[in-house]
């Protein structure tokens, strides 16, 4: 086997959403692209476009820009390791966590969520992988879908999942109504 084979064996596939309502969403999503792009050891390889989404949960707050990139990382990430990193990229971008539980779907400069870490699957409360409302968002899977076709999760075709959510799309713009707020 050559170096270069198994350098390519050995990389992981991850789905990152990103998403923002502040008045400079466009600008926030591609500062985020720009941090996550930074990070060592691995490369951003592909990006959806961008889809402007209705509110889910908490819906007095203007729609979202969102999106979902691609990253391929060395073996060296893991999924703890890449949330903190994403985290950490949240923080720099001046995303405050509301205190207040009613607004935990409430306006944000930047939210990054780590929907999919290649096939793993982590049930760590402080790192859950697949995202644990990924297969519930409209938001998150039709973008994955423009960027991994072929993605599963949990042994389900992505499509599968979307086919399964009441939802409408209409130009880039998502429109879902309400998603369960739970987990």
Do not use: K
């Not at 502040?22 to 691995?42: D, F, I």
């Not at 959806?48 to 509110?55: A, R």
């Not at 729609?63 to 950490?88: G, S, T």
């Amino acid at each position: 086997m050559t170096e270069n084979h198994t350098a390519l064996h050995e990389e992981i596939r991850a789905y990152v959403g990103l998403g923002s309502n502040s008045p400079e969403a466009e600008a926030m999503l591609a500062l985020a692209r720009e941090g996550l792009s930074r990070l060592p050891e691995l490369r951003l390889s592909a990006a959806s476009p961008l889809y402007s989404t209705e509110p889910q949960g908490y819906t007095e707050q203007p729609w979202f820009l969102n999106q979902v990139v691609e990253l391929i990382l060395a073996p060296v990430w893991r999924p703890r390791r890449l949330l903190a990193a994403m985290l950490r990229l949240e923080s720099t971008l001046g995303r405050v966590r509301s205190p207040d539980p009613a607004l935990r779907y409430g306006p944000r400069a930047i939210d990054a969520d780590l929907l999919l870490f290649g096939e793993e699957h982590c049930s760590d409360p402080a790192c859950r992988v697949p995202h644990p409302r990924l297969t519930q968002r409209a938001f998150a899977l039709v973008p994955l879908l423009d960027i991994a076709p072929q993605v599963r999760i949990e042994g389900t075709a992505a499509t599968q999942w979307l086919a399964r959510l009441n939802y409408r799309l209409d130009g880039c713009r998502i429109f879902q109504g309400r998603v369960p707020l739970s987990v």
